[in-house]
C-alpha cells in the first residue's frame, strides 16, 4: 500500500481576464495551464491527474487532449461555482491515497465575450427540466433566488441594505490594490444604492461583473515539492456538502451549505475559524459574502451584517480581509469563479500579491486561509483550508 501523502498546491495562474475578446474558451484553459505549470517549474510529463468542468460535451476529456494530456486519473464534478474547492478536495485524496502526483484544475471561459458577440445571451434560468419546472413558471430567476434569500435575512435578522452594500463597496476598496482587477473606481454605499434595480432587493452593483477568463491550480505529492520553483501551500483540510435543487426545499433561506462544508474543513485541518488569516469567498451577490461568513463561523448568525459594516473585509486596515482581489464583484467573474478563489488564496500565502498584500498584525505574511466557493443557488459548498509552507 503507498503511504498517505501530505499535498501542496506548487503552480497557479490565471489567463488572461476582463475582456478578452479574441479568445476562445480552449485558448484561456491552455494559457492557464501553462502558466501554471511555468509558475510550479514542473514539465507537464508529470501530471497524471485532470479536472475540468463546464466546457465540451465530454468535458474533461476534450480539454485534456487539447492540452495534450492523458491523465489516468480525472474529475469532471460539476456543481457550479464550487466545483473548485470540491475538485481540489478530491484531487487531493486522490494524491494522498496514491492514485495520482500531480493534479492539474482548468477553467476558462468567454462569458463577457460571447454575450458581446451574440453567440449566447445573459443567463437568466438554468432551464425548466426537473425539479426547476416547478419555480420557472413563477419568475424564480437565478437571480430571484438570490434576492429572496437575502430579503428573508433581513426580514429574519434586521439586515439592512446599507449593510449589504458595504460588502460591494469593500470589494472595490480591494479591487482599486489590484492592477489585474475589471473594475478598480472606488464606490460608496450610496452609489450601490442609487444603481438600477435588478432584482430586489439588489441593484446592479450587488451583482457579479461578467468577464472573460481562466485559471489553473496545480496540486502535487509532498515528494516532488523539492523541484519546484515555488514555495509550497499546503491542502491542510477540506469539506464538501449539497443543500437543495428546489427552493421549496431549503429549510432555510438564512443558511448555506457552507454551514457543514466549513465545519468540516476546519476540523479535518485542525484549525479554527478564529485562526484564519483571510478568507477568499464566492461573491456573485453581496448576501453571498454575508451570510457565508456566518456559516463558516467568523461572526454569529444573523450577525453578518454588523460584522461587514465595520470594513472588516478590507485588505487596508480589516480583521478579516475578504475577497483580497476584488471578488467577483470587482476583479472578475467568467462564470464558475471558485477556482479564482484558490489562486489569489495560494498568492497571498506565498506573498507575492504587491500592494493588496495581506499580513498579520505583526507585520508577517498570512499562515491561514480559507476558501469557500458557493454553486447553484446556495445548492453546492466546497470549502479549502490552506497553510502557508
Not at 457550479?80 to 481540489?88: D, K, L, N, P, R
Not at 483571510?278 to 451570510?291: I, R, S
Request: with cysteine.
Amino acid at each position: 500500500m503507498v503511504a498517505r501523502r501530505k499535498v501542496a498546491v506548487v503552480g497557479v495562474a490565471l489567463s488572461d481576464c476582463g475582456r478578452v475578446d479574441d479568445a476562445t474558451p480552449y485558448a484561456l484553459h491552455a494559457q492557464a495551464a501553462r502558466r501554471a505549470l511555468a509558475d510550479a517549474g514542473l514539465d507537464r510529463s508529470l501530471v497524471d491527474g485532470f479536472a475540468s468542468a463546464g466546457l465540451g460535451t465530454l468535458a474533461p476529456v476534450e480539454v485534456a487532449e487539447y492540452l495534450g494530456l492523458r491523465p489516468t486519473w480525472v474529475d469532471s464534478t460539476s456543481v457550479g461555482g464550487s466545483t473548485w474547492e470540491v475538485m481540489a478536495a478530491h484531487a487531493a485524496d486522490a494524491i494522498t491515497a496514491g492514485h495520482a502526483r500531480a493534479v492539474l484544475l482548468v477553467y476558462g471561459s468567454t462569458a463577457r465575450a460571447d454575450v458581446r458577440a451574440g453567440r449566447r445571451t445573459g443567463t437568466l434560468s438554468f432551464g425548466t427540466r426537473g425539479p426547476l419546472q416547478f419555480e420557472v413558471p413563477y419568475g424564480h430567476t437565478l437571480i430571484a433566488k438570490y434576492a429572496m434569500a437575502a430579503r428573508r435575512h433581513m426580514i429574519e435578522y434586521g439586515t439592512t441594505i446599507e449593510q449589504l452594500a458595504q460588502v460591494a463597496v469593500q470589494a472595490r476598496a480591494n479591487a482599486a490594490l489590484n492592477p489585474e482587477a475589471m473594475f478598480r473606481t472606488p464606490i460608496t454605499v450610496d452609489e450601490v444604492l442609487a444603481g438600477p434595480m435588478i432584482a430586489d432587493p439588489f441593484t446592479k452593483l450587488h451583482c457579479c461583473v461578467r468577464s472573460d477568463g481562466g485559471a489553473a491550480v496545480l496540486l502535487v505529492a509532498q515528494e516532488y515539492v523539492p523541484d519546484c520553483r515555488t514555495a509550497p501551500v499546503w491542502v491542510l483540510g477540506s469539506g464538501e456538502s449539497v443543500s437543495h435543487a428546489a427552493m421549496s426545499e431549503w429549510p432555510d433561506f438564512t443558511v448555506s451549505p457552507a454551514a457543514v462544508s466549513g465545519r468540516l474543513a476546519f476540523e479535518r485541518a485542525g484549525v479554527r475559524p478564529s485562526e484564519i488569516d483571510f478568507a477568499e469567498l464566492y461573491d456573485a451577490f453581496t448576501y453571498m459574502t454575508l451570510v457565508t461568513l456566518e456559516d463558516l463561523g467568523f461572526c454569529g448568525k444573523g450577525e453578518g451584517g454588523a460584522f461587514v459594516e465595520k470594513g472588516r473585509l478590507r485588505v487596508a486596515g480589516g480583521e478579516l480581509p475578504v475577497n483580497t482581489d476584488g471578488g467577483g464583484l470587482s476583479a472578475q467573474h467568467p462564470g464558475m469563479r471558485g477556482l479564482f478563489l484558490l489562486v489569489e488564496a495560494v498568492r497571498q500565502l506565498r506573498g507575492e500579491c504587491g500592494e493588496r498584500q495581506v499580513r498579520r498584525s505583526d507585520g508577517a505574511l498570512p499562515r491561514l486561509a480559507v476558501a469557500s466557493g458557493t454553486g447553484g443557488w446556495f445548492c453546492s459548498s466546497g470549502t479549502v483550508v490552506l497553510g502557508a509552507g
